[in-house]
């Protein structure tokens, strides 16, 4: 089958039609937000790292029971790229696929997906109820503290900062900006405005 390089609306296409949950969709654009921020920052192509994020989770709601496998199926039967399918497959490494991450693109979105809802949820108990006033102690200090955001796994998210690279203070610190740059579309921006 010829390789296309698939589109951000193709994208989104296939999300809508996969995911009818407005929880899944916002964790999509969130963790699409967040890839995109962090290849812009690196130089790395931000279409690209943005529009894996987008569908990383595109099996997650009909075939919870073949979460990542599932999404692979569907992006080779849609004819993305190799490099697209291992970057959505790859996030759920020793959970739900044995495709370990190893370029940037994998490795970032390996870090970020749990972090952002770590991000989230300290964002929802702020008064303001947004991410704009996030800071990188407020989710620090909920590190600690096993019930709150009790389904983040932290182990995850330090060890996806520790193949990549970075401290984690500066993983929380991109993975909150990218957030902040969707925050209307991830019913984050707050009660201000
Ligand atoms: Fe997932
Ligand atoms: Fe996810």
Redesign the pocket.
């Known amino acids: 089958m010829d390789e296309k390089i698939p589109t951000r609306g193709k994208a989104l296409e296939l999300l809508h039609r996969y995911n009818e949950s407005e929880s899944l969709r916002k964790h999509a654009y969130a963790v699409e937000g967040v890839m995109r921020y962090m290849a812009r920052k690196r130089g790395e192509d931000e279409e690209k790292w943005g529009i894996v994020g987008l569908v990383?989770?595109l099996d997650?709601e009909k075939f919870p029971d073949q979460?990542?496998s599932k999404t692979g199926e569907i992006l080779g039967e849609q004819g993305w790229p190799e490099e697209y399918i291992r970057g959505a497959v790859s996030?759920?490494w020793g959970i739900?696929s044995d495709v370990m991450p190893q370029t940037p693109l994998e490795k970032a979105l390996y870090a970020i997906?749990e972090l952002t809802g770590l991000v989230a949820t300290t964002a929802l108990i702020r008064p303001s109820k947004s991410v704009l006033d996030v800071q990188v102690k407020s989710v620090k200090n909920k590190w600690k503290d096993k019930r709150f955001a009790a389904g983040v796994d932290r182990s995850i998210i330090e060890k996806g900062a520790q193949m990549l690279g970075v401290e984690l203070d500066e993983l929380i610190d991109d993975t909150i900006k990218g957030m902040q740059e969707v925050a209307e579309a991830i019913g984050l921006k707050g009660n201000s405005g």
């Open positions: 990383h989770d997650y979460h990542c996030h759920g739900c997906d």
